[in-house]
């Protein structure tokens, strides 16, 4: 038994990859869900109505999709030039750190700026914060050759560290009471509410023209072009005269840049300072999101907000039939598997 | 300076050393299997999670302690299997492959912790393995068996691959899975033995945690263990003897740290400590880059008359 290249594709095949996916990783977590015995029917609805049931069922979906697009997009970017950046987690609170050094601590140095002077400010801190974050690990890849899956992986548990660290010290918030919480940012510099009581945020705007800025670079531009050339076969791509390591770093200023946005537009837009469980694995999340949207800056909102879909749906229905949220992260990572399988079969074919 | 020598010339220092490097010179163990076969296994973050749970599990259960060991081989095994199919039979990205097994088995985990003890906050305990008091040897009698079965399994796996024509075989499709082709060998066959077998070292090195280490399962327990036996192979230059020597060398300072910050003065704070090991992992990496010598096909998927 092996594997054989199709002639051609079929269109259909194509559409119906992704159906077959999410149906094998519904009836896988659907074992699951009998194990905990509760009903598969009853407690796949109650997902689904707790995703996208209501007005604030779906508000509270795309909040948590804007930082999932965020760090999605980060890992799409770098996979497409095969700089396996798994650190997006890191940076993304390496931007948050920044926005709120720049936009909440400034405030006891006397100097009074405009929020439209210090709001571009914090963004672009944050976008360098994260850059520079995976900068590091980027020019190890192209000077040393080393392997920038475990640098940029490690780096994430120091960012942790360092976060819990400047809590504990120069940032952390005298009025917490103890709590583990950074200063706050300053009121004027919060997103404004897109839907009045609830919290979805303009920050969604924000990713979405990111989205679509970042699909218009990889697919319009000479700079998108060399992305992909180096992607597709960097030795190839020197050959023919891109040159590969300022593309490479290109792809880390950027990949960081969008995970630190992420970090700081969740700061602005919903929590207005640092906590250490601010992000419960976006980063992460962000590279099955990737992976789930065949790499496509377009597809990774579609891909995010069926993430933050399930992760928001969850938590309901964990609290209404008593099965374990963590269902959501079993779907998530099955469904990545799922739908890695079913494109290879819509590209081969088994023959005896 | 009398802090660091009043450390080590304890014995219970050396005794923390060995008890840090027991995890991960099994876990070394596996992904260096894995990768002299050819095959990258980022699994192993959440494979030790899912051997860490599963042998907890069964000896919380009323099994024995060994029998814990062999389920937490075995969940390690499936999980390679798992990997093994996707890589090897469906040639996919080793690193989009062993990202997801990681999650996969990690989530698997975590919810079936929370299935079996839905309410508690207190995490249950079983009765770990006890230290090895008859073996008369300093520092070595106070470890647990699995500190030795780790041990022994260096000379074993670094002659076996070395001097036995299985070895020989796994390094044969590590290096040139087409020559091995050639030489009548079963590439995929051997490469899928590799992966299984290293995986179930990767659970057996989880088990550690809970059943000598730990008494309990514990959210976040691995930490990146996982991730920093990826990097000691790099630094062990894929060598048995040399991935001992690096695990060794990475506990010693992993256990000073962490003296260091009990004895400390609290001039910095603890976090820093906390650092250094994943600092020096990276530092490891670097150092090392330019003389590794890579498995020459690690990455590269083999399909059979394709080249």
Known sequence: MRLEKRPQVSHAAL???????????????????????????????????????????????????????????????????????????????????????????????GMEWSPYVLFPLIMLAAALAGALWLLGPALMKARLGVDEVVTTLLLNFVMLLLVSALLDGPMKDPTAMGWPQSVALQGDLELAKLVPQT???????????????????????????????????????????????????????????????????????????????????????????????????????????FVAGVLVGADSMSRAVGVPTYLADVIVATSLLAVLVAALFTQYRVRR | MSAWLDILAGTPFWVATLRVATPLILGTLGVLLCERAGVLNLGIEGIMVAGAFSGWLTVYAGHGLWTGVLVAALTGAVFGLLHAWLTVGLALSQHVSGLGITMLAT???????????????????????????????????????LTLLALLLVPLIAWGLQRTPLGLAVRMVGENPQAAEGQGIRVMAVRTGAIVAGSALMGVAGSFLTLSAFNAFYFNMVNGRGWICI??????????????????????????????????????????????????????????????????ALMKPYRKGER
């Open chain 1, 15 to 109: 559409l119906l990859a992704p159906v077959a996916a999410v149906l094998f990783t519904l009836a896988v977590s659907g074992l699951l869900v009998l194990w905990a015995g509760a009903p598969v029917g009853r407690t796949y609805v109650l997902l689904a109505q707790g995703a996208f049931g209501s007005v604030f069922a779906l508000t509270e979906t795309l909040t948590r999709a804007v930082p999932l697009i965020l760090t999605g997009l980060a890992a799409a970017v770098a996979f497409r030039a095969h700089l396996y950046n798994i650190g997006a987690e890191g940076q993304l609170y390496a931007g948050a750190l920044a926005a709120v050094a720049v936009g909440g601590l400034h405030g006891g140095t």
């Open chain 1, 199 to 305: 919290r979805l945020h303009t920050g969604l705007l924000w990713a979405l023209a990111l989205a679509v800025l970042v699909w218009g670079l990889m697919a319009r531009t000479v700079a998108g072009f060399r992305i992909r050339a180096v992607g597709a076969n960097a030795r190839a791509a020197a050959f023919a005269g891109v040159p590969v390591t300022r593309t490479v770093v290109l792809v880390a200023l950027l990949s960081g840049g969008l995970a630190g946005l992420a970090g700081a537009i969740e700061v602005a837009g919903r929590t207005s300072y640092v906590t250490l469980d601010m992000s419960p694995g976006y980063g992460y999340s962000g590279i099955v999101i990737a992976m789930l949207a065949g790499l496509n800056p377009l597809g990774v909102v579609a891909a995010a907000i």
């Open chain 2, 107 to 145: 989530a698997l985990s975590y919810y079936g912790y929370r299935v079996a003890f839905p309410k508690v906050s207190t995490p249950p305990t079983i009765e770990p393995f006890a230290p090895m008091d008859w073996l008369g040897i300093p520092v070595l009698d106070e470890q647990t068996p």
């Open chain 2, 231 to 296: 990097a000691l192979v790099v630094f062990a230059s894929w060598r048995p003897g040399k991935a001992l020597l690096g695990a060794l060398l990475f506990a010693f300072f992993d256990a000073l740290q962490l003296r260091l910050q009990q004895a400390g003065d609290a001039v910095l704070p603890y976090q820093l400590y906390l650092m250094l090991p994943y600092l020096l992992s990276i530092l490891a990496l670097v150092v090392m880059a330019r003389r590794a010598t890579y498995p020459q």
